[in-house]
């Protein structure tokens, strides 16, 4: 079984920063990738940024910039470095990795989700 923790969330005022970190636990054999994917109320959950094992980078345009990811393979962890925050990145993140995990006889693919951290951004 794996789990994600998710930790950072809070209020900030416009202009701030936060850090993410989303730690991942379990029968890890790989980490194929690690992302942030953000849902806004009313709104569908989109992607954020991610990262891969081979250090190969996406993030959303609107992002681009001020936010920074980051993954640390040995700690199974990844980081979201938020900058100049502002008021339409108030949502709800969600941690999402894409694992290689140890099954009972083989090994797997699967895809997890953290339960979610409020981020707030308002003066």
């Known amino acids: 079984q794996v789990q994600l923790e998710e930790r950072g969330g809070g209020l900030v005022q416009p202009g701030g920063s936060l850090t993410l970190s989303c730690a991942a636990f379990g029968s890890i054999v790989k980490i194929n990738a690690m992302g942030w994917y953000r849902q806004a109320p009313g709104k569908q959950r989109e992607l954020v940024a991610s990262?891969?094992?081979?250090?190969?980078?996406n993030y959303q345009e609107s992002v681009k910039d001020r936010f920074t990811i980051s993954l640390d393979v040995a700690k199974s962890t990844a980081l979201l470095q938020m900058n100049s925050l502002k008021p339409d990145d108030t949502a709800v993140y969600y941690c999402?990795?894409?694992?290689?995990?140890?099954?009972?006889?083989?090994?797997?693919?699967?895809?997890?989700w953290g339960q979610g951290t409020q981020v707030t951004v308002s003066s």
């Open positions: 999402h990795a894409d694992l290689l995990i140890a099954g009972s006889t083989n090994f797997m693919d699967a895809d997890y």
């Open positions: 990262i891969n094992s081979t250090g190969n980078i």
